[in-house]
């Protein structure tokens, strides 16, 4: 994902479409999966099918790598929110002595 882009939404947004692509690319894995081990194949339709399957183990393996970065990236914000909060949460209590 472009950073433009990941500046227009919110990591957290982000964070929860991953997910749902992710979810969807490993039902269809299963069913991809099911259909190669219940029925009798032809030989291209078996090769269509593995090559499928490749395809969408590659798309899933994508979707966790970009996952483990935007969790990454969101633990790095909230920290740095805590880290303000603190901050500010000290200048106010040394004003107001």
């Known amino acids: 994902m472009t950073k433009k882009k990941r500046e227009n939404l919110g990591v957290a947004l982000e964070i929860d479409g991953l997910e749902e692509k992710l979810s969807r690319c490993r039902k269809d894995l299963e069913a991809v999966n099911s259909r190669l081990h219940r029925a009798e194949l032809s030989p291209e339709a078996r090769k269509s099918l593995e090559k499928e399957k490749n395809s969408l183990m590659s798309k899933a393996s994508n979707y966790e790598k970009e996952l483990q970065l935007l969790r990454q990236e969101n633990r790095r914000n ?19 002595m």
């Not at 920290?79 to 107001?96: E, G, K």
């Open 78 to 96: 909230m920290v740095l929110s805590v880290a303000i909060f603190i901050l500010l949460t000290f200048i106010y209590a040394c004003w107001t």
